[in-house]
């Protein structure tokens, strides 16, 4: 034995690359995928009905295994990815609705429940729908109860408030609802 001095284990590099292909990859034995077949043949047909009855007829999930299983505690929700972290509220909000199949309204119409002024004169209004809405730029325009109002999705992310009988406006902010 050679104290001081180790002798390389040398590993079998090119054999386990090729053992790991022969196991990942199918034979010349092994049929494609059917279902992804199928799918391919249906997404070319031009006649909606017709492509609609090609999906029908495509092997589906056996249904028992499908069911919910009453065992258990339910599934956890999603939890938002780690991607998300750090994005501008705007561009977050955007894909978390996305993924969830939501659509954020461009605009809202309602009426204005309860005017209150704040420091400075700007206005805080509630409107029918609960929403409270804080005037964030000093224009003057009359707000009063009863008016019909838009708020609407403005450049930015912010968010511009009009009457509905003069169509002029001011930019508003939400107030968040748990400062009640």
């Known amino acids: 034995m050679h104290e001081g001095r180790r002798t390389p284990v040398r590993r079998p590099f090119f054999p386990a690359v090729i053992l790991g292909l022969a196991v990942a990859l199918p034979g010349p034995g092994h049929a494609a995928d059917p279902a992804a077949t199928g799918?391919?043949?249906?997404?070319?047909?031009?006649?909606?009905?017709?492509?609609?009855?090609c999906y029908d007829a495509l092997p589906g999930p056996d249904p028992a295994s499908a069911a919910p299983k009453a065992?258990?505690?339910?599934?956890?929700?999603?939890?938002?990815?780690?991607?998300l972290f750090g994005l501008d509220p705007v561009a977050r909000s955007q894909i978390l609705e996305a993924s969830a199949g939501l659509a954020t309204p461009s605009f809202i119409d309602a009426r204005v429940?309860?005017?209150?002024?704040?420091?400075?004169?700007?206005?805080?209004?509630?409107l029918d729908?609960?929403?409270?809405?804080?005037?964030?730029?000093?224009?003057s325009l009359r707000v009063k109860a009863g008016d019909r109002v838009r708020i609407r999705t403005a450049a930015l992310g912010s968010h511009l408030l009009q009457k509905d009988a003069t169509g002029r406006g001011f930019r508003v902010r939400r107030l968040d609802p748990a400062a009640d």
């Open 71 to 83: 065992d258990g505690p339910p599934p956890a929700g999603p939890s938002p990815p780690a991607d």
């Open 39 to 53: 799918m391919a043949h249906c997404r070319t047909l031009a006649d909606p009905a017709a492509r609609l009855r």
């Open 113 to 126: 429940e309860q005017v209150r002024t704040h420091a400075g004169g700007r206005l805080e209004l509630v």
């Open 129 to 139: 729908n609960g929403q409270r809405w804080l005037q964030s730029e000093s224009v």
